[in-house]
């Protein structure tokens, strides 16, 4: 049975594992490694330590489905849609800018139920309404390094066995050891695979030490490198049952701030009230602050985000927990082509 290494929790490896479990034809032994502590990498959703049904996202806050991806990616969003994922996004955000024929989308159990949702189906077959993913999983598996001789096999329906997922695992290097990739993390002993498929920023895979640095070949590097992260931080506030903020918005985009670029009310924005869970915000902070502030400590760039947050929400109530979110790799663009910027 082929072993293969998903690096990276976040939606691009939740997905490449259901869709590997999809369609391979013989079993497959999958592993998904992740440094962070729980799956969604991009797509983090962080709970109250007081009470783990109160959320906010700290990454993604709502999905845009364009037409053309809508059209390439239908069967995705009704699977979605149907199971309770996604919803469509109805909670005013002030500022939002809607093109022609957009459909905004948001998730009722927050933003990382998207890829908890395939990293469970990595488990077992789960039809897609019938329809053909349109995934070349051969080209998949061969991934952006050369097999040196090993033989992937042809990908059409359903392996067995389901996904070993592991937090905490950062990966370190990669070697070549007898047509097997070797991998090396911060803790534990390294193990081997027949396949690896890298889904972390471009940054982190041109930080990996041992035979990888030597086997991408220098377009790969180039393309690689041209890649570009802003930064930013999100900053999660998390408030006690019966808590009012009084505002017309779930979310705003904020213009006039040097700090303070989007806030989020998550449980409005997801249209839940409830008298038991206490309302969650979330803030996103700008670029420019990101960058100025990225290696300063967490506790100094919460006091800087509250001291703005007051200027636009006077009069908050003290909240009760806090999560504050360092996004170091944030929306990439390429160099090429600086218009052109991945969603969050």
């Known amino acids: ?134 995934v070349d999983c051969h080209a998949l598996l061969q991934g952006i390094f050369p097999t040196q001789g090993l033989n992937p096999m042809s990908f059409t329906s359903l392996a067995l066995a389901g996904a070993d997922i592991c937090f905490r695992q950062r990966v370190t290097q990669i070697n070549l050891r007898n047509n097997k990739w070797e991998v090396s993390r911060e803790t534990g002993s390294s193990e081997q695979f027949d396949i690896i498929v890298l889904t972390m920023p471009a940054p982190q895979i041109l930080q990996l030490q041992g035979d990888i640095a030597n086997l991408i070949s220098e377009c790969q590097r180039q393309q690689l490198e041209s890649v570009s992260y802003s930064s930013r931080y999100a900053l999660g506030l998390f408030y006690e049952a019966g808590t009012k903020i009084d505002v017309p918005w779930a979310g705003r985009y904020i213009t006039s701030n040097p700090c303070i670029r989007f806030i989020s009310i998550d449980n409005k924005k997801r249209n839940i009230e409830s008298s038991e869970i206490g309302p969650s915000l979330v803030i996103h902070t700008t670029v420019p602050f990101g960058v100025t502030y990225l290696e300063h400590s967490i506790e100094d760039v919460q006091e800087l985000i509250f001291q703005q947050l007051e200027n636009i929400l006077p009069g908050l109530p003290q909240p009760v927990a806090t999560k504050c979110q360092k996004w170091r790799h944030s929306q990439y663009f390429c160099l090429e082509n600086p218009m052109d910027r991945g969603a969050w």
Request: charge should be positive.
């Open 1 to 134: 049975m082929a072993r293969v290494l998903i690096v990276g929790a976040g939606l691009t490896g939740s997905l490449c594992a259901a869709l590997l479990r999809r369609e391979a034809s013989s079993p497959l032994r999958l592993t998904v490694w992740d440094k962070a502590e729980d799956s969604g990498g991009r797509m983090t959703t962080a709970s109250s330590p007081h009470n783990p049904q109160s959320t906010v996202d700290l990454g993604a806050q709502y999905i845009t489905c364009t037409p053309h991806y809508a059209k390439i990616h239908q069967s995705f969003y009704d699977e979605l849609l149907a199971g309770g994922i996604l919803k469509p996004l109805t909670s005013p955000i002030d500022g939002m800018v809607i093109k022609e024929g957009d459909c905004n989308f948001v998730a009722p159990h927050g933003v990382s139920s998207i890829s908890k949702h395939y990293l469970k189906q990595s488990a077992h077959q789960v039809p897609v309404h019938g329809k053909n993913t349109g």
